[in-house]
Nanobody
Framework: QVQLVESGGGSVQAGGSLRLSCAAS????????MAWFRQAPGKMREKLAS???????SYADSVEGRFTTSQDNTKNTLSLQMNSLKPEDTAMYYC???????????????????WGQGTQVTVSS
């Protein structure tokens, strides 16, 4: 049974940094894509960053230049370095993984069938 477990969330003041990690267990294959999502109360879930198994990364405009993600294919782990945090970054952050995709984009066409339980990030002003 595949499980994703996030860690590293917490509280920080605006301008600070946090690093999230996602570890997968029960996996016998390589994910084509792993990604970070977040959801704040009353808001829709937002895809923040993704990394495919070729090392290609992609970011939402809201975090471009502030957040950096990387995937370790051999260990099926994903990290998210978050710098220059803002109060509007406050949300529950989720890790997701895909082993199938459509079209030529391994992350753009990914079907995220595995999800972690989430880790809370709170940024105070």
């Amino acid at each position: 049974q595949v499980q994703l477990v996030e860690s590293g969330g917490g509280s920080v003041q605006a301008g600070g940094s946090l690093r999230l990690s996602c570890a997968a267990s029960g996996v016998t294959y390589r994910f084509n894509c792993m990604a970070w999502f977040r959801q704040a109360p009353g808001k829709m879930r937002e895809k923040l960053a993704s990394a495919d198994d070729n090392g290609r990364t992609s970011y939402a405009d809201s975090v471009e230049g502030r957040f950096t993600t990387s995937q370790d294919n051999t260990k099926n782990t994903l990290s998210l370095q978050m710098n220059s945090l803002k109060p509007e970054d406050t949300a529950m952050y989720y890790c997701a993984a895909s082993r199938q995709f459509y079209g030529g984009n391994r992350c753009g066409g990914a079907v995220f069938e595995y999800w972690g339980q989430g880790t809370q990030v709170t940024v105070s002003s």
